[in-house]
């Protein structure tokens, strides 16, 4: 500190506070900038799901029932559902539990920043990192194993809002399970637990129907099971239709679960988020 | 959220009768202060006085028991954005390291304001040039808590709080960090300063309160503390038959009587009053902090 600049005195006209959403969406892109610095993370984030799918590629062969349907597209659909979670319940949670005790919260909270703005910017961090993941999927599982990218529109529109859908509900998911968690160090574990478990027996590894009734009742709770459903009426064929539970896609149900999730979890959020600040929940 | 009128009209921070209690004990007991616009106001006190306490109050980090308490004539508890955009804080905990660099942050933070300063001159003011490019988790502690000091001034505040900011500096840095806070107070920042350094209290401060056990012990300039300026003063010399002291009330005559009876120059003559340290062990001792 030798050389000290003497800093000219502040101005003193009346002012405007900058919009939450530009703060927002320079939080998102700061929020960026950190996920692609921390190269442990993003390894795990983006070589994992890649290795399980060419892996899976390379163990399971064969079709399923007498539906013709690949095995391998099945997981796929698994695979991309999965991923999808990871990047948005166990990230953000993580991200936040982290946030919290790193003391990056408490120092955000002693500025105008407001908390919506924290929230916008964990929001496009998720929504990028997903959406990358999940074009990198796509790409692997077509150019690997033989997957066709759906034809129709209505296949596409059907993407659109069980991917949105299901990245937002799983993402206030993960913000109400970090406001449980209260340390970075728990937090892993209070996360990927559930994760774990829910992949295995929400139709991720193994076919869905395969497995035994009791779990697959127990799996219809959580969101994971609707979302690779719903992913799985995007990129197979209706032929599969025979051995879903329902021999139907369930659309409406999907997005039913996934919506009372979503409600239950920004109840949640709202209600126990500790933003170490007074004036303002 | 009204403007102060009159007498208040220059009050930075007004407290009355502050209680906040932690379980059965009252980390802070009946505080009345108030620190002037302008002014560098510190908070001495040993650990677990409640200065911490008091200052997080102040901030709008935690609530408070009982009394009044306005901050730039608003309740902290009820503090909005407005309001935070007016004060700078640097906490007592270092900030985290971090993958962004000391550039990077400091401009960020710089968005949250309206009246943001320039993010290079806030680097150039706390002596970070030379790492500006470099990220947090690269740099060394007192590094990193010159970012925190930075992070507290980019919004150009009326009034900074600075809870122990040169804890773990070396003495090259302390001294540049109080020619800083000394430019920053010059420039008509209001200042609330908590430390363990006396010294530090004595260089900056224009007013000290001495806190203990949740009270305010003594409250007043560095140099008049506990009636320091009037205290018996000590007057001690060099005769030939060895060194005397003579504790007084009045020195001056003292001395005038003692060069007269040595007829011109008074061999070692040294007229000291009590130090601030002295004062400041006296108060906390009699207030029961320390045991």
């Known amino acids: 500190m030798t050389t000290l600049v003497r800093l000219t005195p502040a101005r003193a006209e009346a002012v405007t506070l900058p919009s939450v959403l530009r703060i927002g969406a320079l939080r998102g892109m700061l929020e960026i ?113 033989g997957l066709q990218l759906p034809a129709t529109p209505g296949r596409w529109i059907t993407f659109g809002w069980v991917f949105a859908l299901g990245a937002v509900t799983c993402s206030l998911l993960g913000i109400a399970v970090s406001c449980v968690a ?77 919506g009372v999730w979503l409600v239950a979890s920004l109840v949640v959020c709202v209600r126990m988020f500790r933003w170490q600040r007074l004036g303002e929940q | 959220m009204t403007q102060a009128t009159g007498g208040t009209a220059d009050c930075a921070v007004r407290v009355r009768g502050l209680r906040k209690r932690y379980g059965g004990k009252a980390a802070v007991d009946g505080i009345d202060l108030q620190v002037r616009r302008g002014e560098v106001f510190a908070l001495l006190g040993p650990n677990g006085a409640g200065k911490t306490t008091t200052v997080e109050i102040l901030e709008g980090y935690r609530s408070r028991d009982g009394g009044e308490v306005s901050v730039l004539g608003t309740d902290p508890a009820r503090g909005g954005r ?54 947090l988790r690269r ?92 205290a018996a003063a000590t007057v001690s010399w060099q005769a030939p038959d060895g060194p005397h002291a003579v504790l007084t009330q009045t020195p001056t005559c003292y001395v005038t009587e003692l060069a007269a009876s040595f007829g011109g120059e008074i061999p070692g003559l040294a007229v000291t009053r009590p130090s601030l340290e002295d004062r400041y062990l006296e108060l906390i001792t009699q207030n029961g902090a320390l045991t």
């Open chain 1, 182 to 258: 209260h340390s970075a160090r728990s937090a892993p574990a209070v996360l990927n637990l559930p994760y774990l478990v829910l992949s295995f027996i929400s139709g991720v590894y193994f076919v869905f129907s395969s497995l035994p009734k009791g779990l697959q009742q127990i799996a219809a709770l959580f969101p994971l099971k609707w979302l690779c459903q719903g992913l799985r009426s995007v990129f197979l064929p209706d032929r599969l239709l025979a051995v879903e539970p329902a021999h139907s896609w369930e659309l409406g149900r999907v997005a039913l679960v996934l």
């Open chain 2, 82 to 135: 407005a309001w935070r955009s007016r004060i700078g804080i640097v906490s007592q905990s270092e900030s985290a390291p971090s993958e962004l660099t000391v550039r990077e942050m400091i401009t960020h933070f710089s968005t949250y304001y309206p009246k943001a300063r320039d993010p290079e001159e806030i680097i150039a003011a706390v002596g970070l040039q030379d790492q500006a490019a470099s990220r």
């Open chain 1, 33 to 145: 900038k950190l996920f692609f610095r921390q190269r442990e993370s993003v390894v795990f984030t983006f070589a994992l799901p890649v290795i399980l799918l060419v892996l899976f590629g390379q163990i399971f062969h064969g079709k399923i029932g007498h539906t013709g349907v690949d095995f391998r597209q099945y997981f796929i659909a698994g695979i991309i559902a999965s991923g999808l979670m990871s990047t948005t319940f166990v990230n953000l949670g993580v991200g936040i539990a982290a946030d919290r005790t790193d003391g990056t919260l408490r120092r955000l909270a002693g500025t105008p920043m407001s908390a919506t703005a924290y929230f916008v910017g964990k929001a496009i961090l998720a929504l990028v990192v997903s959406a990358l993941e999940v074009a990198i999927l796509l790409a692997v599982g077509v150019a690997l194993l």
């Open chain 2, 139 to 230: 740099l060394s502690g007192g590094q990193r808590r010159r970012v925190d000091v930075a992070l507290g001034l980019v919004g150009s505040p009326e009034l900074l709080f600075l809870d122990e900011p040169t804890t773990g500096f070396d003495p090259q840095a302390r001294r540049a960090f109080w020619d800083l806070v000394a430019g920053l107070a010059g420039d008509g920042m209001t200042i609330v300063l908590t430390t363990h350094y006396l010294d530090e209290a004595e260089a900056l401060a224009d007013r000290v309160a001495v806190l203990a056990a949740g009270r305010i012990a003594a409250i007043g300039t560095p140099g008049d503390l506990g009636g320091r300026a009037t």
